[in-house]
């Protein structure tokens, strides 16, 4: 089993459709949590921190449930420029070398 | 603001060839990380460094080798190119206490035939 999980997808919705990902981690000491977004042949960027309390920022919602161990982002009003593939990463505290990336969910918003 | 900086972005090379990736960062970043992604995959680690003069093995250490003589520098050398090793190829830094969050370079396309 892989230590962070992420349905691969694709999801294809149409515009302004709202879209949920889950990523589910094993490891019970992981402290941090991010969703990266990456585009076709460029690199991941950081979209957003994950907090305990779940965290918004404008469309994205993400969201923590440690004791199910599995982190969320939720898109609402979905654009055509949220095509993207995204990469949930867990993190254990200032350890480097344990930040585990998910393979990533591929969404394709479609007009 | 440049961030992570990497070179070459692209490169062919043939079988048997050796090559050194540069990856510079200019965020005063204690760890740095050397990531390769295959078409359609996730990333998988290579190397990491948590400081200057430190390197660590990652998920999939075999056939390449680096080095972190500068802390804004983490070089990945391959000695002996395989076809194997045709990737894309990310650098990355972060620093320790934020979260670890992780910034990219922006890739460095190497096809070996």
């Not at chain 1, 161990?69 to 898109?75: G, N």
């Not at chain 1, 505290?93 to 007009?111: C, E, I, M, Q, Y």
Request: with cysteine; aromatic share 12%.
């Amino acid at each position: 089993r892989k230590e962070v999980e992420q349905d691969p997808g694709p999801f294809n919705v149409p515009e302004g459709a709202t879209v949920a990902f889950n990523c589910t981690y094993s490891n019970s000491a992981s402290q941090s949590f991010f969703w990266y977004r990456q585009d076709c042949r460029k690199e991941p960027k950081l979209l957003m921190s994950v907090y305990s309390s779940g965290n918004e920022d404008g469309r994205f919602t993400a969201q923590l449930n440690r004791a199910s161990q599995y982190i969320s982002l939720l898109i609402r009003d979905s654009k055509l420029s949220d095509s993207a593939t995204y990469l949930c990463v867990v993190n254990e505290r200032n350890n480097a070398g344990k930040s585990t990336f998910g393979d990533g969910t591929t969404l394709t918003v479609k007009p | 603001n440049a961030g992570v900086t990497q070179t070459p972005k692209f490169r062919v090379l043939k079988t048997g060839q050796s090559m050194t990736l540069l990856c510079a960062q200019d965020m005063n970043h204690e760890y740095m990380y050397w990531y390769r992604q295959d078409p359609g995959m996730g990333l998988r680690l290579i190397h990491y460094s948590v400081g200057e003069g430190t390197t660590a093995k990652g998920e999939v250490p075999d056939g390449y080798n680096v080095s972190r003589l500068k802390k804004q520098n983490f070089l990945l050398g391959l000695e002996s190119a395989a076809p194997s090793q045709t990737s894309v190829y990310f650098c990355a830094s972060s620093r320790p206490g934020s979260g670890n969050t992780i910034y990219f370079g922006e890739g460095s396309w190497l096809t070996v035939v």
